[in-house]
């Protein structure tokens, strides 16, 4: 078939009982120094500059199982506690989106990754209040300040698989607490047979992103497409 579309945690504390009558208060009181503890976080890449669709990028992220056919930017179906394909999805700023023609694409956004900052999955009460949300969990994103920075990418690999993609940020019209920022990328993927012989992809996409931030507020305009054929053997 060719696809196309444009537990509880348990905490216990213990009282251990010394010898009756106390401990005597000449008995000078021990202090323990201090330990500093440091460590990257579990998904601390989330930001590398790359052009990853949010599917790739969502794979390892914790408390989230993307369950993929055909390779992370063909077909991705997304899974919290458990939740089938239809009780998942992203939402972006808390707006939940829903893809018209099935759940199975609840995952696919045209944007890159490094849009946005680390994503939070919510669930519970925390999806009740941050989120329109989805039945069971959602992926929650919010776009990053805008920065200075361009790149170009290219890649070759097995199957005739071929990777094309640039970005352009730019930060102007700083004025005091208010700064603009404009976004500008594209990328083209395409692979012979990606895990079946007949599974072909080829990806187009490419869009902008204009921001205002300033103290205590932010306004993001974005306009992005992408046309994807993919075979789903």
Known sequence: MRTRQFGWLCLA???????????SGDEA?????????????????????????I???LDGLPGLILNSQGGSSVQNDLSIRGSSFSEAGLAIGGLA???????????????PAWLFRPPDVLTGMEQAIGSSGH?????????????????????????????????SRTVFGKEGDLQAGLDVFADREAVQGV?????????AGGG??????????????????????????
């Open 13 to 23: 504390a213990c009282v251990l009982a010394g010898p009756r009558g106390g401990i």
């Open 29 to 53: 009181a021990v202090e323990l120094s201090e330990i500093s503890v440091t460590a990257p976080g579990l998904y601390s890449d989330w930001l590398v500059w790359k052009a990853d669709s």
């Open 55 to 57: 599917g790739s990028a």
């Open 97 to 111: 989106l829903r893809h018209p023609q099935t759940e199975h694409f609840n995952a696919e956004l045209p944007l």
């Open 135 to 167: 039945i069971v969990g959602t992926v929650n994103l919010e776009f990053a300040p805008a920065s200075d920075r361009s790149h170009v990418d290219m890649g070759l690999g097995e199957r005739g698989a071929n990777r094309q993609a640039m970005a």
């Open 195 to 203: 895990d079946y012989d007949d599974n072909d992809l080829d990806r």
């Open 208 to 233: 902008a992103h204009f921001q205002v931030l300033g103290e205590g507020q932010q306004t993001d305009l974005v306009l992005a497409g992408q046309a994807k054929s993919f075979g789903a053997q």
